[in-house]
């Protein structure tokens, strides 16, 4: 019998019913504390996302072009092998990032793992986090907000690191004059999520 013939023997609404079997076991694993770090997937103008959550918050997303297995890896070496695809255990996140696409929101209230920044880059992405919805800083307005004033190029290169973009909004930082560099997830990303917040600079208008 060919494989044409054995999919007509699978119940209409097989498929569905096992995907949600296979979500309320996901459930069932986040309700009894066996999962560590929930991803899950939307879209948005930027792409697709993916965005992973552990019991103390968010602590990745990534752009579509980011190695998926690459980052479970990450996830299981320096946070936990304990890793699900749950829609329930990232719903919040998801919830909030689409408010923000739809100019409905414009802080985020979540919280925040830290444990993918290194030390330095701490700083940084914290001084980052309080440049607000619409403002725009540079690299050496961030430096001198840390008290390290001469380290404009390490601050670079600590944003581009951000285990968290777009919620922890390096996207706001820009070079002198308002020049638009050095965003991880490409300058047509940065672009866009300027555009959207109405803060592009005067130039690229």
């Avoid at 939307?42 to 980011?66: H, I």
């Avoid at 923000?100 to 920044?117: E, N, Q, W």
């Avoid at 919620?167 to 300027?194: F, N, Q, S, W």
């Amino acid at each position: 019998m060919s494989g044409r013939d054995l999919r007509g023997l699978v119940p209409a609404g097989a498929d569905d019913r096992a995907r949600a079997a296979a979500e309320r076991l996901r459930d069932r694993a986040l309700d009894d504390g066996l999962v560590d770090v929930a991803v899950g997937i939307m879209d948005g103008p930027v792409g697709e996302l993916q965005v992973a959550v552990t019991g103390r918050g968010l602590v990745y997303v990534a752009y579509d072009d980011e190695d998926r297995e690459a980052l479970v890896a990450r996830y299981a070496s320096d946070l936990s092998p304990r890793i699900i695809r749950s829609a329930r255990g990232t719903d919040a996140v998801r919830r909030e990032l689409a408010e923000y696409f739809a100019g409905s929101r414009t802080d985020f209230d979540l919280p925040i793992d830290r444990r993918l920044m290194h030390p330095f880059a701490r700083k940084v992405l914290a001084a980052t986090a309080r440049v607000g919805y619409g403002e725009l800083a540079t690299y050496g307005d961030i430096a001198r907000r840390i008290g390290r004033p001469s380290a404009a190029r390490a601050v670079g290169a600590a944003l581009g690191s951000n285990p968290i973009p777009i919620v922890v909004p390096c996207h706001r930082i820009v070079g002198a004059g308002g020049k638009l560099t050095g965003y991880a997830g490409g300058l047509d990303r940065k672009e866009v999520l300027l555009r959207l917040e109405g803060s592009l600079p005067p130039t690229l208008v």
